[in-house]
T-cell receptor, first 109, second 112 residues
């Protein structure tokens, strides 16, 4: 059963904490992406990776970090430097077209 | 000015109506155009993908691209209550950064 999985589905963060969101794909795609979605808004690009061990900042990378040690995995860390982290986070991967995971909803307590 | 403009709606139509959803864009370098459907609290799912001007049809859905006007549309025929969702247009460059640039999404409600 091919696809993209994200975990956890819901995540709560206290002020000053770093949290890591997981993204795994078994579609054999080289490229992976992280987007952020706020209520009533489209998706904004945080980071993307076109190949293992390489990644680039997107439009809103401040306060986030990523790694790409394996083709299948692209975890996103939301650091304490991100001042407004409450949002819906979506991971995607692409071959010819881009497919999305189910998302992680992050809430700051 | 945003690179991609999309009317946020909400758009409410009766079951069976033809729905027209639209986006305009400013970057003439965009070459690939997509429409995604997103149900509440779910990830977007790809509906239509096209890379040329003209029409592309898939069942009840037709995607239209007019590159000269920088305008794309999605038409839904015989709309159903299950079509109620947010529809996102997206587009990308032909090379280099292939990440998508999204419109803000149009919320559609189909009334039974």
């Amino acid at each position: 059963d091919g696809g993209i999985t994200q975990s956890p589905k819901y995540l709560f963060r206290k002020e000053g904490q770093n949290v890591t969101l997981s993204c795994e794909q078994n579609l054999n795609h080289d490229a992976m992406y992280w987007y952020r979605q706020d209520p009533g808004q489209g998706l904004r690009l945080i980071y993307y990776s076109q190949i293992v061990n390489d990644f680039q900042k997107g439009d809103i990378a401040e306060g986030y970090s990523v790694s790409r040690e394996k083709k299948e995995s692209f975890p996103l860390t939301v650091t304490s430097a991100q001042k407004n982290p409450t949002a819906f986070y979506l991971c995607a991967s692409s071959g010819d077209t881009q497919y999305f995971g189910p998302g992680t909803r992050l809430t700051v307590l | 000015q945003k690179e991609v403009e999309q009317d946020p709606g909400p758009l409410s139509v009766p079951e069976g109506a033809i729905v027209s959803l639209n986006c305009t864009y400013s970057n003439s370098a965009f070459q690939y155009f997509m429409w995604y459907r997103q149900y509440s609290r779910k990830g977007p799912e790809l509906l239509m993908y096209t890379y040329s001007s003209g029409n592309k049809e898939d069942g009840r859905f037709t995607a239209q691209v007019d590159k000269s006007s920088k305008y794309i549309s999605l038409f839904i025929r015989d709309s159903q209550p299950s079509d109620s969702a947010t529809y996102l247009c997206a587009m990308s460059l032909p090379a280099g950064r292939r990440a998508l640039t999204f419109g803000s999404g149009t919320r559609l409600q189909v009334q039974p």
